[in-house]
Every structure is written in C-alpha cells, then in structure tokens.
C-alpha cells in the first residue's frame, strides 16, 4: 500500500505511484522535532467510511495532544477477504485518507494484513516546536482544565454494537464527535505555550486525568456536573451499556481517586468510560483561560472548565471528583 496517492504533495520526494518502493521519502522542516504515534482498533460504527474517519482522527488526535502538527500518516489495516467485499476496504480506506488531508498531513501508504477482523488505524508522524510542546508532564498546580469533546462514547459503541433501538442515530451521533479532529486544540496549545494536556480515550476522562496527575506531581479536582456528556449517555449506563473497558478502567482507577460523598454512583462510571477519538484534555493557566475558551468556541469546539489542578497533598489520591 506504500505510496497511494503521495506524489502531488511537494513533500514527497519518492515513493508515490509507479515508483514501486516500499516507502516514501518526506522533507521535513528545519528546527522542529518528530513526534509519532500508533493507533489501530477494531469498528465501533457499522458504516465502513464512518469508521475509517473515527479511527484516523482517533490516531491524529495524539499529535494534536502535544501541540503538534500531522506531517504524514501510514495506513494500519487487517481486513477479513473471506468475510467481507472488497468496496468495504475501500471505504475505510476514503474515510482515514479524507480526515488525513483534512489535517493536512500526506497519506502515505502503510501495510494491510488479511486476519479474522477487520481492524484499522494509522500510524502517524508530525513536527512540533522542540522547545515548546505539551505532555502528561507539564501540569501545573493553579491550571484550570478543559475539555473539548462531550463524555459518553463507549455507552454508545456498546449500544450500536447491540443494535438497539435508535442505533442509526446513535451512530450519527458518534460519528460527529469520534469523527471531528482536535485540530483546534492542538492550536491552542502550540498559540498558548501551553505544557499539560492529553486526549481522551480508552482510559477514560478519569483515568487520563490521573496520569496527567502522577506525571506532573499535582492533585487533579474534577468537578463532575460541569462534565458534558453526551444526550443519552445515562440513560444508556443505567441499562448495562457501559463496556467491559469501562468498567475495568473504573475498578482500577477508583482505588487511586476520592469520591465527594453522595454522588451518583452511575456518573461517577462514566467519568472513566472508554473513549474513542475523545477530546483533548488542557492544562490551562488562569490567566490563559478565557483566551483559551475563546479560541475553542470560535472554531466550533466545546470548551468545558472540568477541574482544576492543585497542589499534590502528601497522603492524598490523584484524583478527586466532587
């Protein structure tokens, strides 16, 4: 699959059509470092070019997470030929190639194996400012924390995998928010100089928030009414369509979390479902956070001040929901 569609990028200095290699050859900007990444999953939508897109901004949404910028992305596919026509490869394959060039990075190929399920991703590479980009490690104590996409993902995969009533629409649902990129805060990080951040995913809000917490030494307070969650989301919980994911996210992160008395008890679940292509996570200073908000909404994002990071107390837990 290497070189599919490459060569009109000014980037590309061999490797597109024709010229038979087995891989391709980029420029890549002066003064700026690499950051890659690897992500591939298996379908959590029914329509193949829906999931192609999930999966894609699923991957890129890692860049973004570090103030980067995608520079090229390479095509993870399993795909079961025995099982399914070949116009649903196709399809995966437009999906991640439309949201790879929306992030304005060069499709670049990448390896497809045949096996038993069909999985896809990307691996993807980007350039970010050396001297100037996020991590788990940059919190700190006072920065207020956003969040860009609403909470619920995985209630509502495991739903439409059951193919329960209104799933269709579930599954519109997920596509607009799985497949939306975080390309508009990746900006507010690298515009910011922000230092702490991460995106949303298999961990869930909870358990990204306490790696975010133990790798900057801070005490993350999350404030659960003001977390969005996606219309439905409850109610789906409430019926046993939190996925098995979820629920060991939850059984290990909350011996590592303090819980206010009194909450409520299918909330706090969701505070630690898996997500898929969640958004990203923003340790923003106060003094940044109105500028921050401003720069999300602008561009069609939420921007939703979850939490606060404090001060690690000596005997306290990561991560404290109240």
Same mark, same amino acid.
């Not at 497809?112 to 069909?118: G, K, Q, T």
């Not at 992160?253 to 958004?279: C, E, H, P, R, W």
């Given at each position: ?144 924390? &956003? ?6 993902? *995985?209630? /509502?995969?495991? =739903? !439409?995998?059951? @193919?329960?009533?209104?799933?269709? #629409? ?99 679940? &969701? ?6 292509? *969640?958004? /990203?996570?923003? =340790? !923003?200073?106060? @003094?940044?956070?109105?500028?921050? #908000? ?29």
């Amino acid at each position: 699959m290497s070189g599919v569609n490459v060569r009109e990028d000014d980037r590309v200095l061999a490797g597109g059509p024709g010229d038979n290699e087995d891989s391709v050859v980029l420029s890549f900007p002066a003064g700026k470092a690499l950051v890659q990444t690897v992500d591939f999953f298996t379908p959590i939508v029914n329509d193949p070019y829906k999931f192609g897109r999930i999966a894609a901004a699923n991957s890129l949404s890692d860049i973004y997470a570090m103030g980067g910028e995608p520079w090229s992305a390479m095509n993870i596919v399993c795909f079961p030929m025995k099982k399914l026509p070949a116009d649903v490869l196709t399809e995966v394959l437009r999906g991640g190639k439309d949201a790879v060039e929306e992030a304005g990075a060069v499709p670049s190929g990448g390896h497809s194996v045949e096996d038993d399920e069909l999985k896809y991703g990307l691996a993807v590479s980007g350039t970010v400012d050396p001297d100037g980009f996020a991590s788990n490690r940059g919190v700190k104590p006072g920065d207020e924390l &956003l969040l860009t996409k609403p909470i619920g993902t *995985g209630v /509502l995969a495991t =739903a !439409v995998k059951g @193919e329960m009533f209104g799933s269709e #629409k579930m599954e519109d649902v997920l596509f607009d928010i799985c497949g939306r990129l975080n390309r508009a805060g990746g900006n507010v990080i690298k515009e910011l100089g922000l230092t702490g951040a991460t995106d949303i995913t298999g961990f869930g809000l909870g358990g990204h928030l306490i790696e975010l917490a133990e790798a900057s030494g801070v005490t993350m307070e999350l404030h659960m009414s003001s977390v969005p969650l996606i219309p439905g989301a409850i109610d789906l919980a409430r019926m046993g369509m939190l996925p098995a994911g979820s629920i060991c996210n939850r059984n290990h992160y909350l011996s590592k979390t303090a819980v206010t008395q009194g909450l409520d008890a299918i909330n706090i679940d &969701l505070m630690f479902d898996a997500q898929t292509s *969640g958004g /990203l996570l923003l =340790a !923003v200073p106060p @003094e940044k956070l109105d500028e921050a #908000k401003g720069m999300l909404e602008a561009a069609g994002d939420l921007a939703a001040h979850v939490g606060t990071a404090r001060a690690k107390e000596a005997s306290g837990t990561p991560l404290n929901i109240v």
